[in-house]
Nanobody
């Protein structure tokens, strides 16, 4: 079992930055591919970014490419999402998730463990 806890969300103005963290306990994160998803009320959870176990290979949704950066520190059992040039449409609850896969999955059903989410609100 893996327990994931997100932090770092909040209210920020458009154009600003936030860094989300996802701390894991229970098992080492180095065994898992990690992903960040987001969800707004009434919509499906959507893939934002993913990172392979080694941290070398990453994948991003087109909507965040060039603005968001996913990284991981396996020694600290933590995954990060650095978000810059934030837009109001980035407003959502952000979730981190762990998948027992080799490649970066982009669909929620491929992930085995989820955090409780952290709210990000971008004002215009």
């Amino acid at each position: 079992q893996v327990q994931l806890v997100e932090s770092g969300g909040g209210l920020v103005q458009a154009g600003g930055s936030l860094r989300l963290s996802c701390a894991a306990s229970g098992r080492t994160l180095s065994s898992y591919t990690m992903g960040w998803f987001r969800q707004v009320p009434g919509k499906e959870r959507e893939f934002v970014a993913g990172i392979r176990r080694s941290g070398v290979i990453t994948n991003y949704a087109d909507s965040v490419k060039g603005r968001f950066t996913i990284s991981r520190d396996n020694a600290k059992n933590t995954v990060y999402l650095q978000m810059s040039s934030l837009k109001p449409e980035d407003t959502a609850v952000y979730y981190c998730a762990a998948a027992n896969t080799i490649v970066v999955a982009t669909t929620p059903g491929r992930f085995d463990y989820w955090g409780q989410g952290t709210q990000v609100t971008v004002s215009s």
